[in-house]
Each structure stands twice: as structure tokens, then as C-alpha cells.
């Protein structure tokens, strides 16, 4: 039994309209192997580039971007990790460190922030996940590290 139909059979039937087209599971090859990116939602941006409020949008950035700034607009997050070290929430020179060392093929040409501030969840589901998750195999990423902020 598929997880789908082990939630469905715990907490019934999806609502109508919530239906979800199948999905295509494909194995990733070994990490050794495989491109990872990056995908935050610290609301990384260039400077002078913000984020509107409560944005279900997504940024790209390019592998060797430098300056990038985060821009979360919340008054409860402490961003002295960050500024310490990006690696904290944007891990590029870690993964550039396995690459190196053969524990994983490559470091993705781009990686992706989000706005984690941000409650209506139904528009990463139906749309903005699905285009980044597109646009990162076109780049041809086999993973994507998830650093949620």
C-alpha cells in the first residue's frame, strides 16, 4: 500500500477539487552521483530586491551568487546565523566540500528561496512547487536539500 492510500484510509476521502494528479516516482541515483541544490525558505534576495508579504513565489539564484542577503520580514527571526555563516541556512560551500571529497556528483548551476513566512499553503502545492520542481530537473537536479527557516 502506497502512503497516499495509508492516509486515505486513516482519514478518508480527499475533498472534491483536491485531487491530485498521479505522480511519477523516480529513483535518484546514489549521492555520490547525484546534483543537489538548495531549496530554503529564508527569503534569500539580492539587495534592494525584497519580498512581498505572504508571496507563494520563488527565487532562483545562481551557484556562485554572492551577497545575497535574507530578507524574511519577520520580527521573530534571529538572523545572526546567518550572518555569521550563510551555510546555516544556504549550505553552498558544504555541498561544494562533498563534491570535492566524491559524496556527491555536483553542486546544482542554481538553488531556490522561498518566503517562509507565508500560511495559505495550497499555492506551493499546485503551482509554485510543481514550476521549481520542473525547473530544477531541467538544471538537471537529482535532489534537493531542504532548509526550512
Do not use: C, K
Not at 20 to 46: C, D, G, K
Not at 75 to 101: C, H, I, K, W
Amino acid at each position: 500500500m502506497s502512503a497516499d492510500a495509508d492516509m486515505r484510509a486513516a482519514v478518508g476521502a480527499v475533498p472534491p477539487g483536491l485531487e491530485f494528479p498521479p505522480i511519477e516516482l523516480v529513483e535518484a541515483p546514489p549521492l555520490s552521483e547525484a546534483t543537489v541544490a538548495v531549496v530554503t525558505t529564508a527569503a534569500l534576495a539580492r539587495p534592494g530586491e525584497p519580498w512581498d508579504d505572504q508571496t507563494h513565489d520563488y527565487r532562483l539564484f545562481d551557484r556562485d551568487e554572492s551577497g545575497l542577503i535574507m530578507a524574511h520580514n519577520s520580527t521573530n527571526l534571529d538572523r545572526s546565523g546567518f550572518a555569521l555563516d550563510r551555510n546555516v541556512v544556504y549550505p553552498l560551500d558544504r555541498l561544494g566540500e562533498m563534491q570535492a571529497a566524491g559524496e556527491i556528483g555536483a553542486v546544482a548551476p542554481r538553488h531556490a528561496s522561498f518566503m517562509g513566512s507565508t500560511f495559505e499553503l495550497s499555492s506551493f502545492l499546485f503551482d509554485t512547487g510543481p514550476r521549481l520542481a520542473a525547473e530544477l530537473r531541467r538544471d538537471g537536479v537529482d535532489v534537493a536539500l531542504l532548509t526550512p527557516v
